[in-house]
C-alpha cells in the first residue's frame, strides 16, 4: 500500500530486457505480486527528480514455511 507522493512502479521481463511495463502508484494504490509475477518479473520504484512530498510504503509478505 502507498502512502503520499506518487511514483512510478517499474517491471521488466526477465528473459527479454526489452519488455517492460510502467504504473504510477498514486496515494492509496494497493499492488498485489502474485508468484508467477515473482518468478518471471525483475521490479523497482525508481530514483524521480524534482519529487516534494514524502512517501510511505507498507509491505505484506506471505510466507509459507518448507517443512
Known amino acids: 500500500i502507498s502512502f503520499g507522493q506518487?511514483?512510478?512502479?517499474d517491471c521488466r521481463l526477465k528473459k527479454d530486457h526489452r519488455v517492460k511495463v510502467?504504473?504510477?502508484l498514486e496515494?492509496?494504490?494497493?499492488?498485489m505480486m502474485y508468484s508467477p509475477m515473482q518468478d518471471e518479473w525483475e521490479h523497482?520504484?525508481?530514483?524521480?527528480k524534482r519529487l516534494?512530498?514524502?512517501?510511505v510504503n507498507l509491505t505484506f509478505r506471505c510466507i509459507?514455511?518448507?517443512r
Open 6 to 9: 506518487s511514483r512510478f512502479f
Open 22 to 24: 510502467r504504473n504510477p
Open 52 to 55: 516534494n512530498n514524502s512517501r
Open 27 to 31: 496515494h492509496g494504490s494497493l499492488l
Open 44 to 48: 523497482q520504484v525508481p530514483k524521480q
Open 64 to 66: 509459507k514455511s518448507r
